[in-house]
């Protein structure tokens, strides 16, 4: 008995002295609900909405329901809990809004987007502690918004602070005699020097955000606000989406045209920005649609549960075989696709492989960068071996792959790595088993494996379409990203071959040189020659970024002057702008992690350019440019 008792005292010790420095949730607070924004909130009557909105702070649980809580302000409706990310406020265009915001903190809140649009975003009423205002305005123009508060009385939603990052709302204003079917997306980031980020879509965490269902030729129609502090890259695999409508300041919406593209796979949105998307979903198997940043879905970041490495992120035996196959070894910025076929019945159709191509991943010693990427066409002689004691220099990108549209490859990846991965054939339409998301993607029962050191896994590829792609690491930890495990996948339309004098690929990247800075780069260098070209013949240039978190990155062909020259559109994220997309533009463009852009040059007189590489404000180190000397004369 006695001993029962100090045992007990014991644990009750233990258990004070290390909830200590982990505590992240507050004492006596309640529990903040997420929100999946599908209910919008308030009265709607006679073409007016009444509204009553609370600010109060509550412990929000982003990853599992009965995971680790952490306090934070938020958005409610009075006698109900809190919201993360808050309620969602939608009405038809013309409707009157009536919000009444009653502040439960001891400190002043600025509300911020409670206004018609468009509007002035730096519009705002304050609501002092235990205060109550009322806003009265009509909505505005169609389209997806926010509202959002600061209690640090920050400008921009850049300069938000932590506790206040799901202190935000979506505003969505549809057209008159609208029935929407869509779903609305509100992106949280939570950070600060000294604590580990989370990243949600609509107040969840990776694995712990929404899983979708369809079937094969369903069309979905999604909107997504970012009320984070950064820009993000949105990226969907296996199969293209439409962007219909972008804000990037949330008050003025544009419409996409079609001088736009019409479709991608990658799309950037500002911090405070929003777009409208519709997809089809083309194709069977299991996908995922994230931030290609890898900082945002990194399993890393699995804050609240103490961050996670790739290869424990998830059981592979398990994975091989399951029809649960768990987070594909991530978090924070994901959401998951099920696609299930339209016709389960029909037989696939067979594979015959007319080319057979070997991708041999090799981890040196003692080398910086460690990983050499060999790629050889097995219907070709294998080269001849180095002669003993050559030194392969240091590269820090993978040799272009080349595929043929419509030529079904089988790509054999070797690792003869010391770590597992997985090969993602990026903007590629192929079966989901071979994405290379390894713990995630494949259709029914089986999973697509991680490749284990010493092992191979086929993937097997017949290109729908001609253009340009991307292979890189999907295993995700920088370690892969920064050591060139990526490279060119270029997609030849039939009877074209791939000619490198006039087609020009250039790859953004980053890498660690000595003395140990991470710089970026092109085409594997940080310093690139200059290269040498002709007047009168026109040029592909063939623009990727595949950084790990460059995401406001910019690619400009200027004069010495500075200016930059004109350029014309041809593809984006590998797939042709038809003639109305493909248009003459300012050589001054962004390609964000994971896009991918090709444009058209020709230059009519000798002249020298630089295709400069840049994120708008940063340092000097944030640059990389390439220089380009156009000649009459052959280059020698
Ligand atoms: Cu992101």
């Given at each position: 008995?006695?001993?029962?008792?100090?045992?007990?005292?014991?644990?009750?010790?233990?258990?004070?002295?290390?909830?200590?420095?982990?505590?992240?949730?507050?004492?006596?607070?309640?529990a903040i609900n997420v929100n999946d924004?599908?209910?919008?909130?308030?009265?709607?009557?006679d073409g007016a909405l009444t509204l009553r909105l609370e600010i109060g702070e509550g412990n929000w649980r982003p990853e599992s329901d009965d995971g680790e809580a952490v306090s934070i302000y938020a958005f409610g409706e009075p006698g109900k809990p809190l919201q993360a990310p808050?309620?969602?406020i939608r009405v038809p265009q013309g409707t009157e809004i009536d919000v009444t915001v009653h502040n439960t903190l001891p400190v002043a809140a600025m509300v911020r987007g409670l206004h018609q649009r468009p509007g002035n975003a730096a519009e705002a009423i304050t609501v002092e502690p235990g205060a109550t205002q009322q806003v009265r305005f009509q909505a505005g123009a169609p389209?997806?918004?926010?509202?959002?508060?600061?209690?640090?009385?920050?400008?921009?939603?850049?300069?938000?602070?932590?506790?206040?990052?799901?202190?935000?709302?979506?505003?969505?204003?549809?057209?008159?005699?609208a029935t929407p079917d869509d779903r609305v997306f509100v992106i949280g980031r939570r950070t600060a020097p000294g604590i580990r980020p989370v990243l949600t879509i609509n107040g969840k965490s990776w694995p712990f955000s929404e899983h979708f269902t369809f079937t094969e030729g369903d069309v979905t129609r999604w909107k997504w606000v970012n009320t984070s502090n950064v820009a993000h890259a949105m990226h969907m695999h296996g199969f293209y989406y439409r962007v219909d409508a972008v804000s990037d300041d949330g008050e003025r919406v544009r419409p996409t045209t079609e001088a736009d593209p019409p479709i991608l796979v990658t799309q950037r949105v500002p911090d405070g920005g929003t777009f409208d998307m519709t997809m089809t979903a083309e194709h069977p198997g299991r996908w995922l649609f994230h931030c290609h940043m890898i900082a945002h879905m990194t399993p890393d970041t699995r804050f609240l549960e103490g961050g996670v490495h790739p290869a424990a992120a998830y059981d592979a035996a398990h994975a091989a075989h399951s029809s649960d196959p768990g987070s594909g070894g991530m978090a924070g910025l994901v959401i998951g696709l099920t696609v299930l076929p339209k016709n389960p019945a029909a037989a696939l159709p067979e594979w015959k492989p007319v080319r057979k191509l070997q991708v041999t991943l090799?981890?040196?010693?003692?080398?910086?960068?460690?990983?050499?990427?060999?790629?050889?066409?097995?219907?070709?002689?294998?080269?001849?071996?180095?002669?003993?004691?050559?030194?392969?220099?240091?590269?820090?990108?993978?040799?272009?792959?080349?595929?043929r549209q419509g030529e079904a490859t089988e790509?054999?990846?070797?690792?003869?790595?010391?770590?597992?991965?997985?090969?993602?054939?990026?903007?590629?339409?192929?079966?989901?088993?071979?994405?290379?998301?390894?713990?995630?993607?494949?259709?029914?029962?089986?999973?697509?494996?991680?490749?284990?050191?010493s092992q191979s896994f086929v993937a097997k590829i017949a290109p729908l379409r001609s253009g340009s792609f991307i292979y890189h690491t999907h295993w995700h930890e920088p370690g892969q990203l920064t050591n060139a495990l990526y490279g060119p996948l270029l997609v030849m339309p039939p009877g074209r071959e791939f000619d490198p004098a006039t087609d020009l690929n250039f790859l953004f990247s980053q890498g660690v040189f000595e003395p140990l800075v991470n710089l970026l780069l092109i085409n594997g260098h940080p310093q690139p020659l200059v290269m040498p070209l002709k007047t009168g013949v026109k040029y592909r240039f063939r623009l990727t970024n595949i950084t790990p978190n460059a995401v406001s990155l910019r690619a400009a062909l200027r004069r010495l002057s500075g200016e930059p020259v004109q350029w014309r559109a041809i593809a984006k994220d590998g797939a042709d702008l038809p003639a109305t997309a493909a248009i003459m533009k300012t050589a001054d463009q962004f390609v964000t992690v994971g896009e991918?852009?090709?444009?058209?040059?020709?230059?009519?007189?000798?002249?020298?350019?630089?295709?400069?590489?840049?994120?708008?404000?940063?340092?000097?180190?944030?640059?990389?440019?390439q220089g380009l000397l156009f000649s009459a004369a052959p280059p020698r």
């Open positions: 008995m006695l001993w029962k008792f100090i045992r007990g005292l014991l644990l009750l010790f233990v258990a004070v002295v290390l909830a200590g420095p982990v505590q992240l949730r507050a004492q006596n607070l309640p924004n599908r209910s919008p909130a308030g009265e709607l009557r808050g309620p969602l389209g997806t918004y926010y509202y959002w508060a600061t209690t640090t009385k920050a400008p921009l939603i850049a300069n938000w602070t932590p506790v206040e990052t799901e202190l935000a709302g979506a505003l969505v204003v549809d057209p008159p005699g090799i981890e040196r010693e003692n080398v910086r960068p460690a990983i050499l990427v060999e790629v050889r066409d097995l219907a070709k002689a294998p080269p001849p071996p180095p002669p003993a004691g050559t030194v392969i220099p240091p590269q820090l990108i993978g040799p272009p792959i080349v595929l790509v054999e990846v070797i690792n003869r790595m010391k770590e597992a991965t997985g090969i993602h054939w990026h903007g590629m339409e192929l079966d989901s088993y071979y994405d290379g998301v390894a713990g995630w993607g494949g259709t029914g029962q089986q999973t697509t494996p991680p490749i284990m050191p991918t852009w090709d444009f058209e040059y020709e230059a009519a007189t000798p002249q020298e350019l630089s295709l400069e590489v840049y994120l708008p404000g940063a340092t000097s180190k944030a640059r990389v440019t």
